[in-house]
Nanobody
Framework: EVQMVESGGGLVQPGGSLRLSCAASGFTFSNYAMSWLRQAPGKGLEWVSG????????NYADSVKGRFTISRDNAENALYLQMNSLKPEDTALYYC?????????????WGQGTQVTVSS
C-alpha cells in the first residue's frame, strides 16, 4: 500500500530552522512528483511546495518562497523540506503527499503528518 511517514517536526523559535523528512513506500517513488501540504489550527489544507519526479523542478507557495526548500532523494524514497526563517504563522501539521501542485483537497495519498510549532 502507498504509505508516507513524515518526521522532523518540533518546537522552534521564530527565525529558527527545521528539516522535515518523508519516507515513502508502496509505489515507484521516482516516477511521481511530490508535494508538501500543511494545515494550521482552524484553517484549511494549504499546498506549500512541490517537486517533480526527478527533483530538478520545484515550486513554492508565495508564503514560503525564499524560506523553504523542497528536495528529494529518489534512491532513498525520501522527500525533504528545509524550513528556514520560520514564522509563527508556519505553525501547522505538515504532510507529504503524492503528486505535484494541485488543489489541496485533490491529493489521494499523504502521511500522518508531523507537527511544526513556531513559538517564542
Amino acid at each position: 500500500e502507498v504509505q508516507m511517514v513524515e518526521s522532523g517536526g518540533g518546537l522552534v523559535q521564530p527565525g529558527g530552522s527545521l528539516r522535515l523528512s518523508c519516507a515513502a513506500s508502496g509505489f515507484t517513488f521516482s516516477n511521481y512528483a511530490m508535494s508538501w501540504l500543511r494545515q494550521a489550527p482552524g484553517k484549511g489544507l494549504e499546498w506549500v511546495s512541490g517537486i517533480n519526479s526527478g527533483g530538478g523542478t520545484t515550486n513554492y507557495a508565495d508564503s514560503v518562497k525564499g524560506r523553504f526548500t523542497i528536495s528529494r532523494d529518489n534512491a532513498e524514497n525520501a522527500l525533504y523540506l528545509q524550513m528556514n526563517s520560520l514564522k509563527p504563522e508556519d505553525t501547522a501539521l505538515y504532510y507529504c503527499a503524492l503528486g505535484g501542485q494541485r488543489p489541496s483537497d485533490a491529493y489521494n495519498y499523504w502521511g500522518q503528518g508531523t507537527q511544526v510549532t513556531v513559538s517564542s
